[in-house]
Nanobody, 125 residues
């Protein structure tokens, strides 16, 4: 079982930066693939970025490539999302999520099992 708590959201102007943090509890955190999802009003939730347990592989949705960076520190049970050059379209509630290593399928389209409560990111134009 993993519990996740996000922080770092807020209001920023277009072109600004934010760093989201996700604190995880549980001794098995280092075995979980971790992802950041977002959901804007009236839109479906989408996977923004994900990182494998070792940190050696990462995925980014096309709209954030080159602007966002996902990272993790397994010693501290932390996952981060550095967001640069923010745009109004990035406005959403951002969720940290963990994927149990026993899940089948790939970590881009597969199920995530544990979710944080979300943190609001608002980018003003």
């Amino acid at each position: 079982q993993v519990q996740l708590v996000e922080s770092g959201g807020g209001l920023v102007q277009t072109g600004g930066s934010l760093r989201l943090s996700c604190a995880a509890s549980g001794r098995t955190f280092s075995t979980y693939t971790m992802g950041w999802f977002r959901q804007a009003p009236g839109k479906e939730r989408e996977l923004v970025a994900a990182i494998t347990w070792s940190g050696k592989s990462a995925y980014y949705t096309d709209s954030v490539k080159g602007r966002f960076t996902i990272s993790r520190d397994n010693a501290k049970n932390m996952v981060y999302l550095q967001m640069n050059t923010l745009k109004p379209d990035d406005t959403a509630v951002y969720y940290c999520a963990g994927r149990d290593p026993s899940n089948s399928g790939n970590y881009i389209t597969g199920r995530y099992d544990y979710w944080g409560q979300g943190t609001q990111v608002t980018v003003s134009s």
